[in-house]
């Protein structure tokens, strides 16, 4: 069951005391562990969970078109938004894993961390229903929301966009190299515009890498 740190945690994020702790538990509980059951059919639940909270929110709250609600409900909801949602309140050193992903340094991965942060919504789902589970991630992403977040054009758009605006042909993106474990995967990802150049750059995901290269692009030739 939950340990005294854990469940003082739950509470905190969730507004209430966890009721079913063995779902939470799952929720926490990263398959390298061996553990029967582990977070990723609530991962599964939570991300729809969140998306349908953040695109209410977003109707009530932004009056920009569908294509501008789109943009940011992408980037809320993207697996960063969720890894940096998670680090702010402290999740990781909650999450269960097995000693060669704890090695790995799982706790701090963004693909471990926006997995259970997504697995938690899940449970909040499951056990406490929509609106209770509505509430909680108003309260985790308000800052985000608040903020800039999904604001700006996307990279890979923008990027897009210079091509065609300078006559130039689409941006290719190839994976130049896939390190590490599953769980912690890195990926480094060239973007190339023919007749001007080519960057790279490396994230926790092929979407997260080919962002970042297009970020680097423009940077250096936009």
């Known amino acids: 069951m939950l340990g005294s740190e854990t469940h003082a945690f739950l509470t905190a994020i969730a507004g209430r005391p966890p009721v079913d702790e ?3 538990l799952e929720a926490l509980t990263h398959g390298s562990t061996g553990a029967p ?3 990723q059919r609530l991962e599964f639940l939570g991300d729809r969970a969140l998306g349908m909270v953040i695109a209410e929110w977003l ?3 932004d009056s920009g078109d569908e294509g501008k609600l789109s ?6 909801v993207s697996r960063t938004s969720c890894a940096r949602v998670a680090r702010q309140i402290g999740l990781g050193q909650h999450i269960r894993l097995g000693k060669q992903a704890r090695d790995d340094g799982g706790q701090d991965s963004d693909n471990i961390l926006g997995d259970v942060m997504e697995a938690l919504i899940g449970a ?10 509505a509430e909680m991630v108003r309260r985790l992403w308000a800052d ?3 903020g ?3 604001k700006a054009k996307h990279p890979k758009s923008a990027l897009q966009e210079w091509a065609a605006g300078n006559r130039r042909k689409v941006p290719e993106y190839r994976l130049v190299e896939r390190s590490g474990p599953d769980h912690a995967a890195r990926f480094t990802v060239a973007v190339s515009v023919k007749g001007v150049g080519e960057a790279e750059a490396t994230g926790t995901s092929m979407r997260d890498a080919e962002t970042l290269a297009a970020e680097a692009f423009m940077k250096r030739f936009g």
């Open 22 to 24: 063995a779902l939470w």
């Open 37 to 39: 059951r582990d977070y």
């Open 59 to 61: 109707y009530k709250l």
């Open 71 to 76: 943009q940011r409900l992408n980037a809320l």
């Open 124 to 133: 909040s789902f499951v056990t406490q229903g929509f609106e209770p589970t």
């Open 144 to 146: 985000m929301v608040a």
């Open 148 to 150: 800039q977040a999904g």
